[in-house]
């Protein structure tokens, strides 16, 4: 089976990573809510990315992000770095290879249970959905 194609506009990604984030503040502890988290704060820097480099839709990233069809993807440390998001407006946060922050996006779909690690990555992507809320 092929996957088609989706592409979201800036608003579009701008309105879920809204979204997500108040469903994830509602039931913070929740396995779910946290997923929509992590969600939230990926369609959170590809909306930032897309106003930054004035493109329209995540069609466009081919464009900008050579051999990258979805941009970075799940890769929320790679859009950190694309972005130039500085640490210090983040939480403190240990990058861990044996435990990458997208194996937490894996972990919670899945429901598997979160080590300490992954709690404090929750944590961190809090901070991310925070600091673009708060410098949109």
């Known amino acids: 089976m092929i996957m088609a194609d989706v592409h979201s506009t800036r608003t579009e990604l701008e309105k879920a990573s809204t979204e997500h984030f108040k469903v994830y503040n509602r039931a913070p502890a929740e396995p779910s809510h946290q997923l929509l988290l992590f969600y ?17 839709s995540t069609s466009d990233f081919t464009s900008k992000l050579p051999g990258k069809k979805y ?25 861990d290879a044996a435990e990458p922050i997208l194996q937490l996006h894996e972990k919670l ?28």
Not at 116 to 125: D, E, F, G, T
Request: charged letters at 15%; hydrophobic letters at 45%.
């Open 109 to 136: 779909r899945y429901g598997v249970t979160l080590s300490p690690h992954c709690i404090q990555q929750v944590a961190y992507l809090y901070s991310i959905a925070e600091f673009m809320k708060s410098n949109p």
């Open 40 to 56: 939230a704060v990926e369609c959170g820097l590809k909306a930032r990315y897309l106003a930054r480099e004035s493109l329209l």
């Open 71 to 95: 941009g970075h993807g799940h890769k929320i440390m790679d859009w950190i770095a694309e972005l130039s998001i500085p640490a210090s407006a983040l939480s403190q946060f240990a990058v």
